[in-house]
Antibody, heavy 123, light 108 residues
Framework: QVQLVQSGAEVKKPGASVKVSCKAS????????INWVRQATGQGLEWMGW????????GYAQKFQGRVTMTRNTSISTAYMELSSLRSEDTAVYYC????????????????WGQGTLVTVSS | EIVLTQSPGTLSLSPGERATLSCRAS???????LAWYQQKPGQAPRLLIY???SRATGIPDRFSGSGSGTDFTLTISRLEPEDFAVYYC?????????FGQGTKLEIK
């Protein structure tokens, strides 16, 4: 069965960086794009960016350009999201999610999600 | 960036009733790239609808999606107790994804 398992909760100080991992299993890791989405407490979903695990190509939301880096290690089927220059407003649950492919078509919808990683930014 | 506006912000209904949730885009969205999600407290979102009207695997047929261009709708034909949650629409275009702000469906 498809699973995305994320790394554990993090507490960081303002100005620091955080790197969250997302380990995929149950499917061919390089065949499906991975997206990252975050959610502050009581707020809506905020898209951060996507990565093609096969090519390593990425696309980031304008809001995060220059602060976010998405990478992968195909040998261990793991995607990473690193966010730098953290501020208190970055406190949120961060999710990785797989993009649905069906009938050879990329539907740009997120069909499997990780369990979420809480990142707390506090001095 | 395409902005998605969902309405209403909160919808209060009773089990057995019909729910109609709206998602309006600031510019035209490809129907292939419009999705709906359900999220319950403490859980990750769950994909309900993709391609504006196709149900994801395992989604009951009381959930249906429709619309095109800038106006999309999620309909729940007869509400079950487990359907009370927050619903988000999402679009993809020009290599960017965006989500609506959500509609909270609460028990009346």
């Amino acid at each position: 069965q498809v699973q995305l398992v994320q790394s554990g909760a993090e507490v960081k100080k303002p100005g620091a960086s955080v790197k969250v991992s997302c380990k995929a299993s149950g499917y061919t890791f390089t065949s499906y794009d991975i997206n990252w989405v975050r959610q502050a407490t009581g707020q809506g979903l905020e898209w951060m960016g996507w990565m093609n695990p096969n090519s390593g190509n990425t696309g980031y939301a304008q809001k995060f350009q220059g602060r976010v880096t998405m990478t992968r290690n195909t040998s261990i089927s793991t995607a990473y999201m690193e966010l730098s220059s953290l501020r208190s407003e970055d406190t949120a649950v961060y999710y990785c999610a797989r993009v649905l492919r069906r009938d050879g078509y990329n539907w740009a919808a997120l069909d499997y999600w990780g369990q979420g990683t809480l990142v707390t930014v506090s001095s | 960036e395409i902005v998605l506006t969902q309405s209403p912000g909160t919808l209060s209904l009773s089990p057995g009733e019909r729910a109609t949730l709206s998602c309006r885009a600031s510019q035209s969205v490809s129907s292939s790239y419009l999705a709906w999600y359900q999220q319950k407290p403490g859980q990750a979102p769950r994909l309900l609808i993709y391609g504006a009207s196709s149900r994801a695997t395992g989604i009951p047929d009381r959930f249906s999606g429709s619309g095109s261009g800038t106006d999309f709708t999620l309909t729940i034909s007869r509400l079950e107790p487990e359907d009370f949650a927050v619903y988000y629409c999402q679009q993809y275009g020009s290599s960017q994804y965006t989500f609506g702000q959500g509609t909270k469906l609460e028990i009346k």
